[in-house]
């Protein structure tokens, strides 16, 4: 399946009804890609959670033990490349040593980023180079290979996750070079994209998800990324304060007795 998408960051961009759980959750989720919020729980021979996307992207564990955090090398590379358009600006998931052989390998494999010329000048990447005179405007396009989804429980909060880091290195693109880089399209493939036979039917099931959506209008069926972010903040109010309880040994997903969740202090970077 590939799937693309023109504007990723367009709005409105949330699916009332795509997601598995609430709008708490997907900030969470977005949390866990972007700054690693979970990363201490990755335990790669146990049940759950042999990775994180974080870890593989930004602490890549290669053959001779040395951590690698690919988007920031990338950034750097097209920053300060002499062909800021190539095509060898990615990054990978895989551990070809581990992962055959763990109980949940990661389903992302590839991503791949590539810096285009803005307009209607794009398709023209040397105008890009060095030697010639750069556009106002740049786009960064990315795309995303997947080896296994689940299209039902996954995707959505998949790509919401992934858009933001393609919105990252855009911004942080942007900021080096002096230039304004936008977010370009956003392609998605995926070798199995599934929906699991126990999750057709009955109480939160495909079924009644599809039937849910007859009749309704775009405005039914979405939430603005505004409309969204009380809830988004809230939800670092609250995981801030249960990783505080985690590192007062008071176990997982619970908060400090006492703590104001309203007002519980959090990480400035997870605003942007």
Same mark, same amino acid.
Request: aromatic residues 10%; glycine residues 8%; negative net charge.
């Given at each position: 399946?590939?799937?693309?998408?023109?504007?990723?960051?367009?709005?409105?961009?949330?699916?009332?009804?795509?997601?598995?759980?609430?709008? +708490?959750?997907?900030?969470?989720?977005?949390?866990?890609?972007?700054?690693?919020?979970?990363?201490?729980?990755?335990?790669?021979?146990?049940?759950?959670?042999?990775?994180?996307?974080?870890?593989?992207?930004?602490?890549?564990?290669?053959?001779?033990?040395?951590?690698?955090?690919?988007?920031?090398?990338?950034?750097?590379?097209?920053?300060?490349?002499?062909?800021?358009?190539?095509?060898?600006?990615?990054?990978?998931?895989?551990?070809?040593?581990?992962?055959?052989?763990?109980?949940?390998?990661?389903?992302?494999?590839?991503?791949?980023?590539?810096?285009?010329?803005?307009?209607?000048?794009?398709?023209?990447?040397?105008?890009?180079?060095?030697?010639?005179?750069?556009?106002?405007?740049?786009?960064?396009?990315?795309?995303?290979?997947?080896?296994?989804?689940?299209?039902?429980?996954?995707?959505?909060?998949?790509?919401?996750?992934?858009?933001?880091?393609?919105?990252?290195?855009?911004?942080?693109?942007?900021?080096?070079?002096?230039?304004?880089? +936008?977010?370009?399209?956003?392609?998605?493939?995926?070798?199995?994209?599934?929906?699991?036979?126990?999750?057709?039917?009955?109480?939160?099931?495909?079924?009644?998800?599809?039937?849910?959506?007859?009749?309704?209008?775009?405005?039914?069926?979405?939430?603005?990324?505004?409309?969204?972010?009380?809830?988004?903040?809230?939800?670092?109010?609250?995981?801030?304060?249960?990783?505080?309880?985690?590192?007062?040994?008071?176990?997982?997903?619970?908060?400090?007795?006492?703590?104001?969740?309203?007002?519980?202090?959090?990480?400035?970077?997870?605003?942007?």
């Amino acid at each position: 399946m590939q799937i693309l998408v023109e504007e990723p960051l367009a709005e409105p961009r949330l699916h009332r009804r795509a997601m598995p759980a609430g709008l +708490e959750e997907l900030e969470i989720y977005r949390l866990e890609v972007m700054a690693g919020v979970h990363d201490h729980w990755i335990d790669r021979k146990g049940d759950q959670w042999n990775y994180t996307y974080h870890e593989r992207l930004r602490s890549y564990e290669g053959q001779d033990g040395k951590r690698v955090d690919q988007i920031e090398e990338m950034i750097d590379l097209i920053c300060t490349s002499e062909f800021p358009f190539g095509r060898r600006f990615q990054a990978i998931t895989w551990m070809p040593g581990i992962d055959p052989h763990i109980v949940d390998p990661p389903c992302l494999q590839r991503l791949h980023f590539r810096v285009l010329p803005a307009g209607d000048t794009a398709g023209a990447p040397s105008q890009l180079s060095t030697h010639n005179s750069q556009p106002d405007r740049w786009k960064l396009n990315m795309s995303a290979d997947w080896r296994s989804r689940d299209a039902y429980k996954a995707w959505f909060m998949n790509a919401f996750a992934l858009t933001d880091v393609q919105r990252f290195v855009a911004q942080e693109i942007s900021a080096r070079k002096g230039v304004k880089v +936008e977010v370009g399209r956003y392609v998605d493939r995926c070798d199995s994209l599934h929906i699991y036979g126990k999750d057709l039917e009955g109480v939160g099931g495909f079924a009644g998800f599809l039937e849910s959506l007859r009749g309704k209008s775009l405005e039914d069926l979405t939430w603005t990324t505004e409309f969204a972010q009380p809830m988004f903040i809230e939800a670092r109010h609250r995981l801030a304060a249960q990783l505080e309880a985690e590192r007062q040994g008071l176990g997982k997903g619970v908060v400090p007795p006492g703590a104001d969740l309203a007002n519980f202090p959090y990480p400035e970077e997870w605003d942007e």
